[in-house]
């Protein structure tokens, strides 16, 4: 039986903007201070569930940890969190203790939910979790040797294999880093990793690029929107690109955006714990519509909804192309 989902969040585009990726006018659609003890939530990942949508939230604490809470919504938008971090079980059904979680990523694949986010192996590392209730999180092996960021996993299985983007780093605010794929028959050893697409001669992907929403498989190839960064005498700048990759074998870039998407220049993007920022880590597809409605984190410090349509962002993305 096919699963009925809720409408995904959409505000029409508004008539004088010539851009391809139009801003919620509501954002920031999580604030400051939205639960106890925790004082900034951003970097999050969405996905329809049930008769509305559930997320796993980059949560930062007082004292400035960050962990992964669940949260629930009817529309998407109004959020209600939980107050306690998520916890994770593994094999022996013993509760796993991590020094932080941050910048989750979230798809269903087969029935369940997985969930794969930074965490700490001796250094910056992908953890990756699965769950089929929300409830409780299955520990899985970690997909990496330190150091690793920006993992992404592919919404199916491709030739039979599971596929994963990642982004290898080092454990410090890394100042490089390049996208690659790699492939999996089991989600526990992965292996065939490929280079994928790299920081260019761009302004605003010069520094490094990194993996971002979980790709929309379209009939042009696999949608992917990514945070491409660049240095200024203020510090980082991170903005928002897109990609189109091959559907069979998506270690092929067949088109990549020249220019940014959504770069920061509202307050909220500009001014905040991180200033400068916006950073992609959902983008919810309607088939029916076209409509895409994607969720990125704000300077740090806030979630910002951005809505485009199928057809307008693949027009964009193959105009202005540039592998």
């Known amino acids: ?53 559930v997320g796993v939230f980059r949560a930062e604490q007082h004292d400035g940890v960050p962990f992964l809470h669940v949260g629930y919504s009817k ?4 959020w209600n969190i939980e107050e306690h971090k998520i916890r994770v079980y593994d094999e ?3 509760l796993v203790e991590y020094r932080y979680m941050y910048d989750p990523r979230l798809v269903e694949i087969e029935g369940v939910y997985y969930s794969i986010f930074c965490t700490d192996n ?70 065939n990793h490929k280079f994928l697409m790299g920081k260019n001669h761009l302004w605003w992907q010069n520094v490094k690029i990194g993996g971002g929403s979980v790709p929309i ?6 949608l992917i929107f990514y945070h491409g960064v660049t240095g200024t005498a203020n510090g980082f700048v991170y903005s928002m690109g897109a990609a189109i990759l091959d559907l069979d074998n ?17 307050d909220y993007e500009e001014k905040g714990f991180v200033p400068n920022v916006i950073f992609p880590c959902s983008a919810l597809y309607e ?24 057809d307008e962002i693949v027009d964009y993305i193959k105009k202005y192309e540039e592998v």
């Open 1 to 53: 039986m096919n699963k009925t989902y809720a409408s995904i969040p959409w505000e029409n585009k508004p008539k004088d903007l010539n851009q391809p990726v139009w801003r919620y006018s509501q954002n920031p659609i999580i604030k400051r201070y939205p639960i106890p003890n925790i004082a900034r939530i951003f970097n999050s990942a969405v996905l329809p569930y049930n008769d509305g949508f």
């Open 75 to 78: 529309d998407g938008i109004n």
């Open 92 to 94: 022996q059904n013993q």
């Open 122 to 191: 001796h250094g910056a590392t992908l953890g990756l979790v699965s769950t089929k209730d929300f409830k409780t999180f299955k520990k899985i092996s970690d997909p990496f040797l330190p150091f690793n960021r920006n993992g992404v996993l592919f919404p199916r299985r491709v030739n039979g294999k599971y596929l994963m983007l990642s982004r290898p780093s080092d454990s410090g605010h890394t100042p490089f880093g390049d996208i690659f794929i790699s492939e999996s028959k089991d989600m526990e050893f992965w292996g």
């Open 217 to 222: 498989e379209t009939k042009e190839g696999w």
């Open 250 to 266: 998506p270690s092929i870039v067949k088109y990549r955006s020249r220019n940014w998407v959504l770069t920061p220049s509202e």
């Open 287 to 310: 088939k029916q519509t076209g409509r895409i409605a994607i969720y990125y984190g704000a300077a740090d410090s806030y979630i910002g909804l951005a809505f485009t349509t199928l």
